[in-house]
């Protein structure tokens, strides 16, 4: 049975035992960051649209997005380093590619500022069809203050992220970056279970 757990999920194991917190935040935050949405660990086929395909539509690491889009609102002003549950189940969890962060940023600088806040809620929750199971694995990542309603960066971990962030952005222009490919399914796995982080 052993040969069906990776390096990564022998490491957990093993530190679960331990009682080693520290060391398992590390390995969940690594490999959540890794975790590209989509990939066929599950199915290549959205149970709400049948057969489309939405390995072609989506390519983009939900965890360094949110980094993304954090280290963006700093930049207009916004130094609380935190995003809510609202605003990732209503503007980050539709996006497709990191080239929609701009988009994302500007939508949500403008909810902010909305003057009828409450409405504008009641609207977007009542037009939300979308899963928004996906907040509560953000626990798991190390650099994220977690509670039900919001996550935030610390400052302390600001200058790390910043540094992930540029050396993303580099290899994701010289498109370097390992996404899941249908055609090569088995590249993106072997990354995923190696002791390597994303920007490596």
């Known amino acids: 049975e052993e040969n069906k757990f990776t390096n990564q999920g022998k490491k957990l194991i093993l530190n679960y035992k331990n009682r080693n917190k520290e060391k398992i935040k590390n390995i969940l935050s690594k490999q959540h960051e890794k975790f590209v949405f989509w990939n066929d660990l599950f199915s290549l086929t959205d149970r709400h649209s049948g057969k489309r395909n939405v390995d072609e539509l989506f390519k983009i690491f939900p965890i ?54 409450y409405e504008l809620e009641k609207f977007l929750k009542a037009n939300n069809r ?36 540029k050396k993303f952005n580099q290899r994701y222009a010289n498109n370097k970056v390992i996404f899941f490919d249908k055609t090569n399914p088995n590249k993106y796995k072997k990354f995923l279970g190696e002791d390597i982080d994303l920007t490596s």
């Not at 280290?71 to 497709?96: A, M, P, S, V």
């Not at 971990?157 to 910043?162: F, L, T």
């Open 64 to 117: 360094f997005f949110i980094y993304q889009v954090i280290l963006k609102l700093r930049e207009f002003g916004y130094k609380k380093n935190e995003l809510t549950k609202f605003e990732i189940d209503n503007f980050l969890i539709f996006c497709q590619n990191h080239s929609d962060l701009d988009q994302v940023v500007g939508n949500i600088i403008k909810y902010r500022s909305y003057g009828e806040i």
């Open 130 to 165: 979308m899963d928004s199971r996906f907040f509560s694995i953000l626990k798991n990542i190390k650099y994220f203050n977690f509670n039900k309603k919001k996550i935030a960066i610390s400052e302390n971990y600001i200058d790390e992220i910043s540094n992930k962030i």
